[in-house]
């Protein structure tokens, strides 16, 4: 009787162990994804400021796809972490809720679900109506800087807290978040510096070309 009920608990034990399993899967899968598509994104902004380009012209159906394909990502980390959050509680107990890596995990994502919202009802819009991230008014620039860095620096740092199994119970919540605001600040100064060379590049070869189309027109009228 004893063996049976053993045999059964671990049965059950490997049931949700491989249940858990594959909620994870899909997280890793959606973390991937989002992941990817923000730093090629923000590889893609970085290219165009390096080549000074103010005129460049955004995809609207891109942009829009991106925007809708890290939402979806988004909300499916949500529903799978939530998933695991109720698999490893029904294991652990309160006990678990207590554990500072989880803590600095889902803080990090609530500041990125609320940084999303922004992205998505203020600075996307913007951009695509301004049409390049230097044609922006400085205080819309200055937003999508900082939320463009916070949302970089989060990404990675989410993924980082999901992975780094050592870092749990070692740290305290606020060892484990010290960098966090660095990286932040750090990543927003220097997109700042990036972008005022670009728009002082750009402003430069603006003033140059229209030195040159005044002495052409000045040479072909003498």
């Known amino acids: 009787m004893e063996l049976n ?24 899968i959606a973390c991937c994804v989002a992941i990817g598509l923000v730093l090629t994104s923000d590889i893609a902004m970085v290219k165009q400021l390096l080549k000074g380009d103010a ?55 609530m500041l990125l679900t609320f940084n999303g919202v922004l992205l998505h009802r203020a600075v996307l ?9 230097l044609k922006l008014s400085f205080n819309l620039r200055m937003l999508a800087l900082f939320s463009g ?27 484990l978040l010290a960098a966090y605001p660095v990286l932040i600040v750090g990543g927003f100064l220097m997109m700042v510096l990036l972008t005022n060379w670009a728009k002082n590049r750009s402003a430069s070869e603006r003033m140059e070309h229209g030195t040159s189309v005044a002495r052409n027109t000045a040479l072909a009228a003498w």
């Open 149 to 175: 860095a916070l949302s970089g620096v989060s990404w990675f740092y989410a993924t980082l807290m999901g992975v780094g199994r050592p870092l749990a119970w070692k740290y305290s919540l606020v060892e």
């Open 55 to 109: 005129s460049g012209q955004h995809d609207d159906a891109h942009m829009e796809s991106l925007q809708k394909t890290v939402v979806y990502a988004l909300v499916a980390l949500w529903i799978t972490g939530i998933a695991i959050v109720g698999i490893d509680y029904a294991g652990k107990g309160m006990e678990y809720f207590l554990n500072p890596k989880l803590q600095a995990k889902v803080t990090i994502v």
């Open 5 to 28: 009920i053993i045999a059964s608990l671990l049965e059950q034990k490997a049931t949700v162990e491989f249940l858990r399993l594959g909620v994870v899967y899909f997280h890793l």
């Open 125 to 133: 819009p913007a951009l695509q109506k301004a049409g390049s991230l």
